[in-house]
């Protein structure tokens, strides 16, 4: 059974930063793609950032420069290093897993998803 469980969110003032992480279990973690998306109040679901199994990242252009994606195989873990944080940043982050090892971009080839946490920033 696979799970993907997320952690890190909270409420934090614009500017500030935040780590999420996503512990993963019941699969070969290493040789998914491993994403993040978001949805916001009201709207649909977003792609923020996505890494494959080689390492290769991609980000919404919305959080290049101030986000960043990382992976550790070791503990089946994912991160994402949230700075320069602004109240349109607020959202439901969440968790992916792609088996198929594309980029992460289109979110119905997501496999499994985790229960997302909650990240609201404060003018």
């Known amino acids: 059974q696979v799970q993907l469980v997320e952690s890190g969110g909270g409420l934090v003032q614009a500017g500030g930063s935040l780590r999420l992480s996503c512990a993963a279990s019941?699969?070969?973690?290493?040789?998914?793609?491993m994403g993040w998306i978001r949805q916001a109040p009201g709207k649909g679901r977003e792609f923020v950032a996505a890494i494959r199994s080689g390492g290769s990242t991609y980000y919404a252009d919305s959080v290049k420069g101030r986000f960043t994606i990382s992976r550790d195989n070791d503990k089946n873990t994912l991160f994402l290093q949230m700075n320069s944080l602004k109240p349109e940043d607020t959202a439901d982050y969440y968790c992916?897993?792609?088996?198929?090892?594309?980029?992460?971009?289109?979110?119905?080839?997501?496999?499994?998803w985790g229960q997302g946490t909650q990240v609201t920033v404060s003018s």
């Open positions: 019941g699969l070969t973690f290493s040789s998914y793609t």
């Open positions: 992916a897993a792609d088996s198929r090892g594309t980029t992460g971009f289109v979110l119905h080839r997501y496999d499994y």
